[in-house]
Nanobody, 125 residues
Framework: QVQLVESGGGLVQAGASLRISCVLS????????MAWFRQAPGKEDEFAAA????????LYAPSVKGRFTISRDNAKNTVYLQMFSLRPEDTAVYYC??????????????????WGQGTQVTVSS
């Protein structure tokens, strides 16, 4: 059973940086395309970033492109989201997601089969 556990969220000021992490267990990490979604208070969740299982191809939402970087450490079964120049509108619960099998990164929730419990990121103005 694949499990995802996020960590690293917190409260930061606008303009700061923060890195959140997600560890995958119960599966072969290199066979999963990984992604980050987020859900702000009172809003539907939205895609943030994704990274392919095999060649490192990445996708970013326009709202985070140029400020966020997704990366993975296959030796640690971990995917990261490095966030720079944080804004109050980045405040959300950030969820890690993984596909069941290898595939190209997608931007829809339906593209992913496993989900973590989320980590809260709060950006104060």
């Amino acid at each position: 059973q694949v499990q995802l556990v996020e960590s690293g969220g917190g409260l930061v000021q606008a303009g700061a940086s923060l890195r959140i992490s997600c560890v995958l267990s119960g599966g072969t990490f290199t066979r999963h395309t990984m992604a980050w979604f987020r859900q702000a208070p009172g809003k539907e969740d939205e895609f943030a970033a994704a990274m392919a299982w095999n060649n490192g191809a990445t996708l970013y939402a326009p709202s985070v492109k140029g400020r966020f970087t997704i990366s993975r450490d296959n030796a640690k079964n971990t995917v990261y989201l490095q966030m720079f120049s944080l804004r109050p509108e980045d405040t959300a619960v950030y969820y890690c997601a993984a596909t069941k099998s290898p595939g190209s990164p997608g931007i829809s929730r339906r593209d992913y089969d496993y989900w973590g419990q989320g980590t809260q990121v709060t950006v104060s103005s």
